[in-house]
């Protein structure tokens, strides 16, 4: 049952996300939201999606800021 409410937790909060993140692949904001929800469930913190969506996009912003430039051509 915890695994029902929180894929329809998720749902949503990836949708929105992949939409502002439009340079990370879907299966990354999947796992990046599906691990902010079990670390909160790991921690006893109630993970409500604004609170998911906050943290998850923290995560993605890490990734997308740590990506090396692009290569110019020479």
Do not use: K, Q, W, Y
Request: aromatic share 2%; with cysteine; hydrophobic share 45%.
């Amino acid at each position: 049952m915890l695994a029902l409410a929180t894929r329809f937790l998720r749902e949503p909060v990836s949708l929105r996300l992949a939409e502002e993140f439009l340079t990370v692949p879907v299966d990354t904001i999947d796992r990046c939201v599906a691990d902010v929800c079990a670390c909160a469930h790991h921690l006893g913190i109630s993970a409500t999606p604004e609170i998911v969506e906050r943290i998850a996009r923290e995560h993605l912003l890490a990734i997308v800021n740590s990506a090396p430039p692009p290569r110019s051509a020479r």
